[in-house]
């Protein structure tokens, strides 16, 4: 019934088809139903031979034996038959479910939203964006002023404060930290001690910032402060922050500042400077993209005012991607200026043209 009226959610239809899983398995071992049994009535029924023609003859106490047990067998069938009919039945409904989920998926690829360049939608998008800054200022009041008529706040504000400045040194200082690190790792390593032992430090870079939000989280979790809209929006910032330290992490790797840091593309310096940058700066886009998406589910952020806020992070994201897609297409040429033609400096080059078309083609 659900399925003909195809009114349900697509999450409802996500559980109908995991109950569905759940009863197919069942039916699959109820299969087996009477199987001993049945093998036994068989070997019986091969015992007294073949049945005769139609018109044959046969005696009267082999003819009642052999009704009898086919009369039996038929008994110890009928529960494996109704539980081949509805595996069978439910395979069928499992199969519609993921048709119908299918087809939304199609319906809503191919369905037309207002276009983000429309200036009616640009005023909704600012007010929504004020809407929720007021909302978190809202909750910070009303919590904070009822945490403090309780009294439990101040008695947790000195670990608050001690957490709240190692958590900034981290994010802050800690990236720093690391590449200082990895540079007297790399000078005292040889060459494969810079690969191995500088990539291993260089995750610090993440690690180091990772720390300092879960300390921020921690934080705020326990002071109590955020409402269901500061939650979505501290989540939000985390990923946010993880992506560019990610983006930044890998700009380092493959576009050292030291040229003595092996790295897969051959590139010269004011070149690698550049793909660090373009690297911080796809971080940045990525984050703020899942900032965006973590505020998806707050009241009025509608899929017109998200194509607002996400239009111009696209186009950044293409002009990022488009000027790395070219870096890469420079690999394999010496400072010199001299092709290098090998097979993976080829890869990457080809590489590079195919994420220059995405760049292009992405955000139109």
């Known amino acids: 019934t659900d399925l003909q009226e195809n009114e349900s959610s697509d999450e409802a239809y996500e559980q109908l088809r995991v109950g569905l899983v759940d009863w197919r398995e069942q039916f699959l071992a109820y299969q087996d139903t ?7 009535l068989t070997a019986q029924l091969e015992a007294l031979g073949p049945a005769p023609p139609e018109n044959g003859a046969e005696p009267d106490d082999i003819a009642n034996r052999r009704l009898e047990l086919n009369d039996e067998l038929a008994i110890a069938r009928e529960p494996r038959i109704r539980a081949e009919e509805a595996y069978a039945r439910v395979n069928a409904l499992i199969g519609q479910v993921d048709a119908t989920l299918r087809d939304r998926q199609a319906d809503a690829l191919f369905q037309l939203q207002r276009t983000p360049l429309d200036p009616e939608l640009w005023g909704k998008a600012l007010d929504r964006l004020s809407g929720i800054v007021s909302d978190v200022r ?84 326990s002071t109590g402060l955020l409402g269901a809209t500061g939650r979505s929006v501290a989540v939000g910032l985390n990923l946010a922050i993880f992506a560019y330290a990610a983006g ?117």
């Open 138 to 221: 809202a909750e910070l009041s009303r919590n904070f002023a009822s945490r403090v008529e309780r009294g439990t706040l101040w008695d947790r504000l000195p670990v608050v404060a001690i957490l709240l400045g190692i958590a900034l040194l981290l994010i802050i200082r800690g990236p720093r930290w690391v590449e200082l690190l990895i540079r007297r790792v790399e000078a005292r390593s040889g060459e494969q001690g810079r690969i191995v032992y500088g990539f291993l430090v260089s995750l610090g870079a993440i690690a180091v910032p990772i720390a300092g939000l879960s300390l921020i989280n921690v934080t705020l979790i």
């Open 34 to 40: 009477n199987s001993v049994q049945i093998e036994a």
């Open 248 to 364: 930044r992490w890998l700009g380092r790797r493959h576009f050292p500042v030291n040229e003595s840091v092996p790295s897969p593309l051959s590139l010269g310096t004011q070149s690698r400077g550049e793909g660090r940058f373009l690297a911080g700066l796809l971080g940045i886009s990525v984050g703020l993209l899942l900032l965006f998406g973590s505020l998806g589910d707050l009241a009025g952020f509608s899929s017109d005012v998200a194509s607002v806020w996400t239009l111009p992070v696209f186009v950044v994201l293409g002009v990022t991607l488009y000027r790395l897609g070219r870096l890469l297409t420079r690999t394999g040429r010496a400072a010199s200026g001299e092709a290098v033609s090998n097979f993976p400096a080829y890869v990457v080059r080809l590489l590079g043209r195919a994420v220059q078309v995405v760049a292009v083609f992405g955000p139109l």
